[in-house]
């Protein structure tokens, strides 16, 4: 069964403090991973797609990179205002996302 | 705007009443999903409509649950005979074809009490 995991559940930073949030998955036939940004009471809000092992996206503060079993979306010095769930999809081109759970990040001031 | 939109934003009833949501898609977009997700869970897949046909279900859709989408367009999904378990937010993504990409609405918070 496909499985997408990410880690941790939850990260507390302070402002300037740069880390990396992981996706796990196993998954026959990736097509696809997707990056989302969540914040509380709204829609998931696109942030990257990645089709392939050592592939690399940048916006803003944000890098998200993929390899054959994880991907990483690395922040830079963050800002309070990147402080949301930050959710990761794969797709297998069955049209339908399957998701992680979330990490929950909080930027402190 | 020309994103996704989805009405009501809120919604809270009775258990065992039947509630209807809409789902408006990005106007070029002819696929429309729905999508379940519960307090610190990440979204659950429900149905995918291509145009008008329905083409995928999920089985956390139970007979009580039907969605439509009539002239490939806008979308309703209906649950009848609510019970608590069915609170949750509802998401509604679209896409272009050949993209897997999705963009979702705001959502619509069920509360049933």
């Known amino acids: 069964e496909d499985q997408v995991t990410q880690s941790p559940e939850a990260l507390r930073l302070q402002e300037g403090e740069s880390s990396s949030l992981n996706c796990s998955y196993t998954v026959s036939g990736l097509r696809g991973l997707f990056w989302y940004r969540q914040d509380p009471g709204k829609g998931p809000e696109f942030l990257f797609t990645l089709y392939s092992a050592g592939e690399e996206k940048e916006k803003e503060r944000l890098k998200a990179t993929l390899t054959k079993k994880e991907s990483f979306l690395h922040i830079t010095a963050p800002k309070p205002e990147d402080s949301a769930t930050y959710l990761c999809a794969v797709f297998k081109g069955a049209q339908k996302l399957v998701f992680g759970q979330g990490t929950r990040l909080t930027i402190n001031p | 705007d020309t994103g996704v939109s989805q009405n009501p934003r809120h919604k809270i009833t009775k258990r065992g009443q039947n509630v209807t949501f809409r789902c408006d898609p990005i106007?070029?977009?002819?696929?429309l999903y729905w999508y379940r997700q519960t307090l610190g869970q990440g979204p659950e897949f429900l149905t995918y409509f291509q145009n008008e046909a329905q083409l995928e279900k999920s089985r956390l859709l139970s007979d009580r649950f039907s969605a439509e989408r009539p002239k490939g367009s806008f979308s309703t999904l209906e649950i009848q005979r609510t019970e608590q378990g069915d609170s949750a937010m509802y998401l509604c993504?679209?896409?272009?074809?050949?993209?897997?990409?999705?963009?979702f609405g705001p959502g619509t918070r069920l509360t049933v009490l």
């Open positions: 993504a679209s896409s272009s074809t050949g993209s897997g990409e999705q963009f």
């Open positions: 106007s070029e977009h002819n696929r």
